[in-house]
């Protein structure tokens, strides 16, 4: 069973809906239990890396979440979920992350070409940088749907997307996994990541 934690933040219908398209039983839960028994975990997050981060913590979930990640659960976060397992963000001054991915998030107008739009919204080409169970099922050059501002600074990326500066996409850290783009928006290359996940296994 696939845990979607429901901390209050996240396109929670959407990502059930797309687990379901792909033959995947997956719930929306907030229970501690009901995470600990699960299989896998998705983070989901829409909204500000500060705010998020405190109702995750103040849920009691994010030690639920680091110690699944700690006993080699698969862990997959999505767009702002993808950023809460980095050390830290500097979105609207220094918030604390889950630290299950060594880098930080930065705003992306310090990168790009000064006469992009802000936020960095449409479908982007995926780059890969290296192997990834999560490409399995999918080719260098398909397209995933972004919405952001910030982006992960790491060496754990798995893809990045062409913004005028090449912006974190995907990354991996042994069974932590992370998309910075919408695989629930993404039609059917974002199905296929969502299959991939589902196919990991709990490393030792």
Known sequence: MIAIIDYGVGNLFSLMCSFSAIGETAVVTRDPDEIRFAEKLVLPGVGAFGDAAE???RSGLADVLIRKAANGTPVLGICL???LLFD???EYGEHQGLGLIRGEIRPIKDVIDSTLKIPHI???PLIFTRP???LKYI???DCVYFVHSYYAVCDNTVAVADYSAPLTAMVQSG????CQFHPE???DVGLNILRAFCETEVSA
């Open 81 to 83: 979920g993808m950023q």
């Open 139 to 141: 080719n260098e050059g």
């Open 122 to 124: 449409g479908w982007n």
């Open 55 to 57: 109702k995750l913590r």
């Open 175 to 178: 069974n932590v996994y992370g």
């Open 88 to 90: 830290r963000s500097y």
């Open 132 to 134: 990834s169970p999560l």
């Open 185 to 187: 928006k993404s039609g």
